[in-house]
């Protein structure tokens, strides 16, 4: 892919005539120069069906959000997620010469390596909410320092990425403070769905073997718990939410094994797809 | 263009200074701006006028949000959400415009969830299959486009200004819907079925969207003279289909109309027969998907309210801490 | 006289949003939204109006906040300028042909 291509844009002046001219658009995929290794390739899977599976989930909140400024926002949060899981799809498959529609849409769900606490379902706005403020404030911590990977091309789709997850973790903080401290009613939405989420936060922080082989290319998921930890602390202590205590749900998303719900969820991404292999769209 | 209508003939002979002023600035093709003075008619027609568009924008995201999730490649899903999502942002320049002319938003979406307001009926059609995401952005956008092109003129300041920023956004929707037709074209048999099935499905309630036959639209005169509209109905939509000929072309779907045909002497593409019975019967309600939208808008709202007094008291709560704070 | 379009009726209020497009540019008004406080409001600016890279900076302002002249008044308001042409350049034609002037 070219570094930027011309694409037509429509100017109308004050009047409404329309006229058209040429901008100049960004690189959709960040791309490196490298193929992945295997190794690699699994660690940008990881990443990417994170991003992916969040996203998709994110999409199914257009046209329904508590009011049109949210739809809005929630938009921009999946878009920017898309083009993260695009972005490290697209790596992860220069390894077995995939392209990132081939991993999204044909996999099954034992091959794909998403962590639980994305595939859980939307809820109400608060579990919603809930879920971003924990996987934004993570991904914040991850991409800050994948930025320093070994591996250009991680570190490039990190640099970018951190900017953008920046934003989406301020956009779940200030909802989470609203929530949290509204209504009676939705402060109680809020601490359900907080206690709801938090079982899956452990497995976010699970070292795999794979890390041990990506010295200095992976981010050492433990290794960011702190900075976790110490980032939504005062986010909870102002809105007067507790850390919830219970259970500590089993995990294993890297390893291929989910909750009850991605299966539901990639059936319905992936069902057009799939009834006509070999189509382009 | 220019048209020349007599402007409201019931008018009183003598007419008030802010009215010569309003006439005066309509006349020079100037605009109207929301503390103006204005005929209480023509307050009303742009409320109505502008809120409709506004219903149309938000409810028209339904038909293309249900296959956001199943959208067939990553980069087509990106596409559609974004193209959604600028729906939203249209409905909400639109309740703004709106609004500088007394409506509340809270007022309108009452209305509309009420089923007291209309909307374009173009989206109680089904998107059953992938192929209507290429056919609305085609035909539907398309023919959005046509209309709002000359209301970016509209002498109302704050709908022109709305206008021109959707128009800009607008730009994608056609050519992306197009696009998606096109790959269909070109691929399998099954693909190319989807898009002439789809592309007949659509083709008809596109060219109603320009409303009914100019002989028939009673408030067309009216707005026109009050420079709201530029073009009639028929106007824009015959100029709509010339457009759409050679396009179709290109696609190499075939438009379901057996009676197009091109008229050497007007230099135009001749359409057959519209069947209004149909637009009249959606219009009034009885679409395949009028209740079915109207419902979802209604969740929407209703689920929502929770979110939104929390934040309203929790700003409330945020401001009396601030006097507070500043008291002491 | 504020400007119009807020309602007490309503459960968030209006804000006018300005956008300054480009640095040495100033904040343009582009339009309005919706937002239960400022912190939401200008984040809700930014994503609404800012989606293309419209912008490098971001205003919003309670829509109730915003004083504008009286219209009916307008004649009144507006008239002083006229007239008054020595305010502007053109009007001094003896210093045509001197150059840097
Ligand atoms: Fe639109
Ligand atoms: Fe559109």
Redesign the pocket.
């Known amino acids: 892919m070219t570094d930027a291509v011309n694409k037509d844009s429509i100017e109308v002046d004050a009047h409404g005539h329309v006229a058209v001219d040429v901008t100049t658009l960004d690189a959709e995929l960040i791309e490196g120069p490298s193929v992945a290794t295997p190794d690699v390739a699994e660690y940008a899977l990881w990443l990417g069906d994170d991003s992916l599976v969040l996203a998709q989930q994110l999409g199914a909140w257009i046209s329904r959000a508590p009011e049109l400024e949210e739809d809005v926002a929630l938009g921009n949060v999946g878009l920017d997620l898309i083009g993260h899981a695009r972005s490290l799809l697209h790596y992860a498959g220069t390894a077995t010469d995939r392209t990132e529609d081939d991993l999204a849409y044909w996999r099954t769900e034992p091959d794909f390596r998403s962590l639980h606490i994305v595939e859980q379902p939307n809820g109400d706005f608060a579990h919603t909410i809930a879920r971003q403020f924990i996987v934004s404030h993570y991904l914040f911590e991850l991409h800050s320092r994948l930025r320093a990977s070994a591996d250009a091309t991680l570190a490039a789709i990190a640099a970018k990425a951190v900017k953008e997850v920046d934003y989406h973790r301020d956009h779940s903080t200030q909802w989470v403070l609203r929530l949290a401290q509204g209504t009676d009613e939705s402060r109680r939405r809020m601490i359900t769905a907080l206690s709801d989420l938090w079982p899956y936060v452990e497995e976010i922080f699970r070292d795999d073997p794979l890390i041990d082989r990506l010295e200095g290319i992976a981010v050492r998921p433990s290794s960011l718990r702190p900075a976790f930890d110490a980032a939504i602390a005062p986010v909870l202590a102002e809105a007067e939410l507790e850390i919830p205590r219970g259970f500590v749900a089993s995990g294993g998303g890297r390893t291929g094994k989910h909750s009850e719900h991605l299966a539901f969820l990639l059936a319905e991404m992936q069902v057009l797809t799939r009834a006509h292999p070999g189509a382009s769209w | 263009m220019t048209s020349t209508i007599t402007p409201d003939t019931s008018a009183p002979v003598a007419i008030s200074v802010e009215e010569q002023q309003f006439n005066d600035l309509i006349e020079a093709d100037s605009r109207i701006e929301p503390r103006d003075w204005m005929p209480e008619g023509y307050r009303k027609s742009l409320v109505r006028q502008i809120s409709q568009h506004a219903h149309s924008?938000i409810i028209?995201m339904q038909p293309e949000s249900n296959w956001i999730t199943r959208a067939p490649s990553l980069k087509r899903k990106a596409i559609l959400m974004a193209k959604v999502q600028?729906?939203a942002g249209?409905g909400l320049y639109l309740y703004s415009a709106a609004q500088t002319l007394g409506a509340t938003r809270d007022d309108m979406t009452d209305a509309l969830i009420a089923g007291k307001a209309r909307y374009s009926s173009i989206f109680n059609y089904p998107t059953p299959s992938w192929a209507d995401m290429g056919s609305i952005g085609w035909l539907v956008d398309g023919a959005?486009i046509c209309n709002q092109v000359p209301l970016c003129r509209a002498s109302y300041g704050p709908y022109g200004r709305a206008m021109v920023r959707?128009c800009k956004e607008?730009s994608f929707h056609q050519r992306q819907g197009f696009e998606i037709l096109l790959e269909l074209m070109q691929g399998t048999e099954e693909q190319r079925q989807m898009a002439q099935d789809s592309v007949n499905r659509w083709y008809w309630p596109a060219l109603m969207m320009f409303g009914p036959p100019d002989d028939d639209s009673p408030n067309s005169a009216q707005s026109m003279a009050w420079k709201i509209k530029r073009h009639s109905n028929d106007e824009l939509r015959q100029r709509f289909v010339n457009m759409l000929v050679p396009q179709a072309a290109v696609l190499g779907v075939t438009l379901p109309d057996p009676d197009l045909h091109f008229n050497e002497e007007t230099q135009q593409w001749d359409l057959g027969e519209i069947d209004w019975t149909e637009f009249h019967e959606v219009l009034a309600g009885r679409g395949p998907n009028n209740a079915q939208r109207l419902q979802r808008r209604r969740d929407a709202h209703d689920e929502g309210a929770w979110v939104r007094e929390a934040a309203a008291a929790y700003a409330h709560k945020q401001s009396a801490r601030t006097e507070e704070m500043a008291a002491k | 006289m504020t400007t119009p379009g807020d309602s007490a009726a309503e459960i968030w209020p209006l804000w006018e949003v300005f956008v300054r497009s480009n640095r040495g540019l100033s904040h343009v008004h582009v339009g309005s939204l919706h937002a239960p406080d400022e912190t939401l409001a200008v984040r809700n600016a930014r994503d609404l109006y800012t989606r293309r890279s419209e912008g490098v900076s971001v205003w919003v302002v309670p829509a109730a906040a915003i004083t504008t002249s009286d219209p009916d008044a307008k004649g009144a308001f507006f008239e002083s300028p006229a007239g008054k042409n020595y305010r502007h350049a053109s009007y001094y034609s003896k210093s045509e042909g001197v150059k840097h002037l």
Do not use: K, L, R, S
């Open positions: 924008e028209g600028d729906e249209h959005a959707i607008e």
